[in-house]
C-alpha cells in the first residue's frame, strides 16, 4: 500500500532554533517527492520537487534533500513567518500525501 | 489569470442530499485532482484525472462521482452526503510532466 509518514506531528521552535522535519515514503511508481506549505484557511502551496535520491532544493531559509527512502526539510534559522503545516507528498500520475507537519516558531 | 477555482466555499448539507462541487482552472492544466483534508488525516485522494475524458480513483473514493468533460472543468459529485464527507475539499491542477500542483482555496462542507 503507498505511503507518506511525516514526523513529528507537531514541532515548536524559537526564533533561530535550526531543524529538520521528517518525510518516509512507500509509493509504487514513484516519480517525485513533493513538499508543500499550508497557511490556516489555505489550499497548499508548492515548495518543492525532489527526483533523485542525493539531490537538494533550496528556498530562502528550507532546504530539501531526498534519500532512497525518506526526505527532509531542514529549516534554518527560522522567523516566525515560517510557521504553518509542512506537507510532503509522492507519486506520478496519483500522488499522495502525508498527514503534514505542524511547524509553530515562537519569537 | 484567476488560477484554480472552487464554488462553493461553503455549504451544509442533510444527511442523503446530492449536490456538485465546482472546480475549474483556466492555466490549461492536463491534470486534476480532488482532496479532501480532515484534522489529523492530511490531505487524501478522492479522484484525480488526467485530461479530458479520462479519470481514475484515489485512495478514498467510495461516494464521490467525477467527470472531465472539458480541460478547464472537473466537477466532484456527492450521491446521497453522509456525515463522514463532512470535510474541506480542494481541487488542483498541474501541468502533464510537472509536479507543481495549483490548489484552490478549498470548500468547507457540512453534512448534518
Partial sequence: EDQVTQSPEALRLQEGESSSLNCSYTVSGLRGLFWYRQDP???PEFLFTLYSA???KEKERLKATL???ESFLHITAPKPEDS???LCAGGDDKI????G???HILP | NAGVTQTP?????KTGQSMTLQCAQDMNHEYMSWYRQDPGMGLRLIHYSVGAGITDQGEVPNGYNVSRSTTEDFPLRLLSAAPSQTSVYFCASRRHGLYEQYFGPGTRLTVT
Fill in chain 1, 67 to 69: 534519500t532512497k527512502k
Fill in chain 1, 84 to 86: 504553518a503545516t509542512y
Fill in chain 1, 101 to 103: 507537519t505542524r511547524l
Fill in chain 1, 54 to 56: 542525493g539531490e537538494e
Fill in chain 2, 9 to 13: 466555499k461553503f455549504q451544509v448539507l
Fill in chain 1, 41 to 43: 484557511g489555505k489550499g
Fill in chain 1, 96 to 99: 499522495i500525501f502525508g498527514k
